[in-house]
């Protein structure tokens, strides 16, 4: 089964403020710190004094000194010592550079040891400030910085970074040092030291603030550490609005900050052409320049930022260029686009025919950007801070234009970038469609000096900024395929700056949908899933961002094609767009045929632990019968199954070999099947030397073990490496924690598809269970650099590859859990629902999967991992019950997967609920499972605290299901549009039925429903 850590990956990934901050000490009267490792709270407190606060350079500061306290917190969990950035304000109360003393501010080992030693400090002589590390051979890489004339009473920032590829000294955010040769250690002392001390040569009764410290796990830019110093950044692109450019200047909140003075200059030099003020609100400043009579040309804008004495505390230059075409556009009676005429980015989306727009007021992104490495720099690993972001912009533009075709209008735009890469972006609009196509090339060519070519391991298209539709964005809600699906009322103040779902990974289908009470908004990718694809969402200024990144992993000499990026409005809610995907998923990724028995199947008694016996596997399955199901979910099968072991050899505490194919051949002649489980992922880099299993195997004898691999030899080849270079591995569970199987890999596929042919073969099993399939956790990422490829390859295409690669040796049917995917149909028969595990709470909307793909694609749910989450998709049950979850299932035609219910206790609340529920499902079933899953469509006048949900089947007539949560049932009236039906029978769970009245009013049918049960349905039969 899935494991909380999923859940805590999730989480993470929505929740990410500060990109890489471990630890964070702001010192506002207290010592306690963030800590990402959760050891915030100090270590140790040292020196003569109690720690003591003042005024700081934001709120409150740490006083130091030889005299003062010493603060020590604990490294591991806040330090990373072969790669990280500390960030801290400085102010000498009362000393200079040149006193002739040592002023340590940061220190973790010693020079003796063998631990590394990692300093931040000024040197006793000459005024020099140092970044200094030592490796565990104390061997040095040290980065020193003269000359700086600081003067008592003033702050100054300090930043240092370090990695085997560089060490680095910023002063008040300015490069200041670079070591000569980086060195790194993998270890550091226990912990580390804030504040100043002056080791052997102090300076008696000096005083230092220690303000802001924070730490990170990979260097960060300069452009961060310049913001970190409390410098501005300024932006200027063509907003919304044409000839007009929007001016945004950014800088760490500073409180003496009041206003920023803008200018806009010739790029030749002269007095300004155009100037503006705006007020500094949290750290921004915005203003709008009206530039049509301004000449096509280079331009030059200033920012100044000024205190309330008016005087300049920082500043800000960016270039611009008035171009001859600033918009261009595509538009019919349904759509119409605008895009910037150098950056391509869409500055407004109408639609014309539903009286809404889909911006808001604020410049947007370029269309596309590439994250860009250096080739001579990294033969193949590289960190986030080697990244050089190359964004679409009227600098690489070569030209554009918009052409008639045969179907409507085509944009083509030609880009190139230095060295050699080029990109070419079309959009195409039909004539009578609501929707436009775009599509991204991109050639990353091969440069004659090998030292100048880039890598381009990812690619963002499209990017759309300012999103928002109508006139207000507290309307809005975003509708995803997040885990099963969500709708999340009002994002634009729910969201962070960017949220980050994978496509295969935590999100079942790859579109999103922006809508409001008039219309919505879609963008959608035709991905086959082969691609990793990140889907973004973040909210700014009021308004959404949303986006694709794909990890392309152009090497030089290859070319990147995208799947073609729908961008399209609409009427309604979400299940447009739902409809427009599904049509081209069923086309291009067409599902998997499954056997009779699973179209008809409502669901499995599983067991999760070594409670059954082999030989008893009828036995299980009479209770499974008692329930109404004639399929067994079975884990812990294999050798040391109390831990879900990796390798799969039948468990002997549960019986022989023989008894497991006896066990099973009788189950198959009752009218049985049976299914048994594997983790895709998880391994243990132990296996051929674990005690426990040596000691298991030696316990019952066991001879001739197929496949017993060596971890060394074998499987260490095929274990996933990130972009970073370290191997993917989770610290919990096995004898040496999960080691992350790489899916990409030919070994792991094998071994993997060999035993799942054995156990179909030799011991019957008739379904197979691929846990943790697909998920971002243990240490996988989007793209796997691991040692057995000769080229990186992205997850997604690597999992389709695996899964290919079993369909070689085993045709049954076979089952996943992690997230669904849309990509996956053609591989596999049906998913296992994880949204009361892992779904976003009262946001949760497993509906979305369930109209998309539940009629081909089933859908089990209920009790796997855990159940407690529909107490967040229904907030209104006071003490949510297992019995609730099943509820939710049968609502949304998911197939019930239940664990527990053997040994069958036939007095068991929860087992007869189920028993009922199934009862009452097979009454629906034809319309639930043949016919097409509408969700609310058509439903209305369900009174607070009641669920309905509509199913229609051609020839078959319709169903609704409902669930009532209410305390006092009253009856109320239904109302179902677009329905022609001759009868209608409200069916209880109780088993009794009785015959519903149906009125008209000339547009929809009218019911009252006066249910005595929590859980109901009716059925219709066709007019």
């Known amino acids: 089964m899935l494991t909380v850590f999923l859940a805590a990956c999730l989480t993470a990934a929505t929740a990410v403020a500060d990109e890489g901050l471990l630890f964070h000490a702001p010192f506002d009267g207290s010592l306690d710190a963030y800590s990402l490792g959760g050891a915030g709270n100090p270590a140790q407190v040292t020196g003569a004094a109690q720690p003591t606060f003042a005024p700081g350079k934001f709120g409150q500061a740490l006083l130091g000194g030889p005299e003062q306290a010493l603060v ?20 000498p109360l009362n000393w200079t550079l040149d006193d002739g003393s040592f002023h340590v501010f940061f220190e973790s080992g010693t020079g003796a040891g063998a631990t590394g030693w990692l300093i931040l400090y000024q040197f006793y002589q000459g005024g020099q400030l140092l970044l200094r590390y030592a490796d565990e051979l104390q061997r040095v890489g040290m980065a020193s910085a003269q000359g700086l004339g600081w003067q008592a009473g003033d702050w100054h920032h300090l930043a240092g970074t370090w990695s085997p590829e560089a060490e680095r000294l910023y002063v008040d955010g300015e490069l200041a040092a670079t070591a000569p040769t980086p060195l790194v250690a993998q270890t550091l002392g226990e912990t580390f030291a804030l504040g100043d001390s002056g080791w052997h040569v102090p300076h008696a009764g000096a005083q230092t603030l220690i303000d802001d410290v924070r730490i990170y796990a990979h260097p960060l830019t300069p452009e961060r550490i310049r913001e970190l110093a409390g410098h501005g950044s300024l932006t200027v692109a063509r907003g919304p609005t044409e000839g007009a450019w929007q001016a945004e200047f950014r800088m760490s909140a500073r409180e003496d900050v009041k206003r920023v003075r803008f200018e806009v200059l010739a790029d030749a030099g002269g007095a300004a052409l155009r100037t503006a003020e705006a007020e500094m609100s949290e750290g921004v400043a915005r203003a709008e320049f009206p530039v049509a009579d301004l000449a096509p040309g280079e331009y030059r804008v200033t920012a100044q930022a000024l205190d309330a004495q008016a005087a300049v505390v920082a500043d800000g230059t960016a270039q611009v260029k008035r171009l001859e075409q600033e918009r261009v556009v595509l538009a019919n009676a349904q759509l119409r686009l605008v895009f910037d005429g150098g950056t391509g980015a869409v500055t407004a989306i109408e639609a014309p025919a539903l009286g809404f727009t889909a911006r808001a007021a604020t ?28 964004a679409a912009g009227e600098s690489h533009l070569k030209s554009i234009v918009v052409e008639r075709t045969a179907q409507g209008q085509r944009l083509t735009a030609e880009y190139a970038f230095a060295p050699e890469i080029t990109a070419t972006l079309v959009a195409d609009l039909a004539d009578e469609d609501s929707v436009a196509q775009l599509r991204l090339r991109v050639a990353n060519g091969l440069p004659v000096k090998p030292s100048e070519a880039l890598r381009v391991p990812r690619i963002a298209f499209p990017r759309l900024g300012g999103l928002r539709v109508g006139e207000k964005a507290d309307d809005d809600t975003l509708a995803t395929g997040y885990i099963h699906g969500e709708t999340l009322a009002n994002p634009a103040a729910k969201l962070p700056a960017e949220r980050t779902v994978q496509y295969p990974g935590t999100a079942c289908l790859p579109w999103q949908d922006l809508y409001d009470p008039a219309g919505g908004l879609y963008l959608g990718p035709q991905t086959d899933g082969t691609c990793q694809l990140e889907i973004t969402a973040g909210a700014r200024d009021g308004a959404m961002d949303l986006g694709n990144r794909w990890w392309a992993l152009l090497e030089p000499g290859e070319v990147w094609q995208s799947p073609v990026v729908e961008l399209g409005v609409h009427a309604g809610a979400w299940h447009w767009g739902a409809d427009r995907f599904r049509d081209w998923a069923l086309q291009a990724t067409p599902p998997r045929t499954p056997p009779a028995w699973l179209s008809e199947c409502d669901g499995w008694l599983g067991l999760g632990s070594p409670v059954y016996q082999f030989r008893d596997l009828p036995k299980v399955l009479e209770a499974a019968k008692y329930y109404g199901f004639s399929y067994l979910q079975l884990w812990s099968q294999m050798i040391l199954g109390d831990q879900y072991y990796c390798y799969f050899y039948p468990n002997p505490d549960l019986g022989t070999e023989d008894e497991l194919r006896q066990g099973i051949a009788q189950l198959h002649a009752q009218g049985g099947q049976i299914g048994f489980y594997s983790n895709v992922i998880c391994f243990d880099g132990a296996i051929d030397r674990n005690p426990q299993l040596q000691a298991k195997i030696a316990q019952y004898g066991l001879k001739d073990l197929p496949m017993l691999p060596r971890f060394r030899d074998e499987a260490a080849k095929s274990v996933y490496v990130g972009p970073s270079g370290a191997y993917g591995r989770s610290a919990a569970g096995y004898l040496d924690g999960y080691w992350a199987m790489d899916p990409c890999a030919p070994w792991w596929r094998d071994y993997l598809a060999n035993w799942i042919r054995r156990w179909h073969e030799d011991y019957g099993a008739d379904i197979w269970y691929l846990d943790s399939f697909p998920v971002h ?91 407690t989450g529909i107490g967040q998709i229904w907030p209104d049950l006071e003490k949510p019950r297992h019995e609730d979850a099943m509820n939710l299932v049968f609502l949304n035609g998911e197939r019930f997967d239940t664990l527990g219910l053997y040994p069958l206790d036939t007095q068991s609340p929860f087992g007869e609920h189920v028993r009922k529920l199934v009862a009452l499902r097979r009454k629906i079933r034809d319309i639930v499972y043949q016919g097409r899953f509408r969700d609310t469509l058509g439903l209305s006048g369900t009174p607070e605290g009641v669920s309905a949900r509509l199913f229609t089947g051609e020839g078959l007539g319709a169903a609704v299901t409902i669930v009532d949560r209410r305390k006092e049932r009253a009856p109320w009236e239904l109302r179902v549009e677009g329905l022609a039906a001759a009868s209608a029978r409200l069916l209880l769970l109780d088993g009794s039925e009785e015959q519903l009245d149906i009125r008209h009013d000339g547009q929809a049918l009218l019911l009252e429903i006066s249910p005595p049960t929590e859980v109901c349905a009716i059925r219709f039969g066709e007019g």
């Open 777 to 867: 956790g243990y240490g996988l990422g989007p793209a796997s650099y691991a040692l057995h490829l000769d080229h990186p390859q992205s997850l997604g295409g690597g999992q389709i590859g695996l899964l290919q690669r079993i369909r070689e040796s085993f045709d049954g049917p076979m089952l996943y859990e992690g997230v669904a995917c849309a990509a996956f149909m053609p591989y596999t028969n049906w998913c296992l629902g994880t949204q009361l595990s892992f779904g976003s709470g009262a946001w949760s909307r497993p509906e979305i999967l369930d109209y998309s793909f539940s009629d081909v694609y089933p859908v089990f749910a209920g009790s796997c991992n855990v159940w």
């Open 363 to 390: 410049a947007p992104p370029a269309l596309f950007s590439l994250d860009t490495v250096r080739f001579l720099e990294h033969a193949r690993f590289y960190q986030p801070t080697d990244v050089k972001v190359l």
């Open 72 to 91: 020590h917190y604990q490294t591991a969990g806040n330090v990373m010592p072969p790669s990280g950035t500390i960030s801290l304000w400085v102010k």
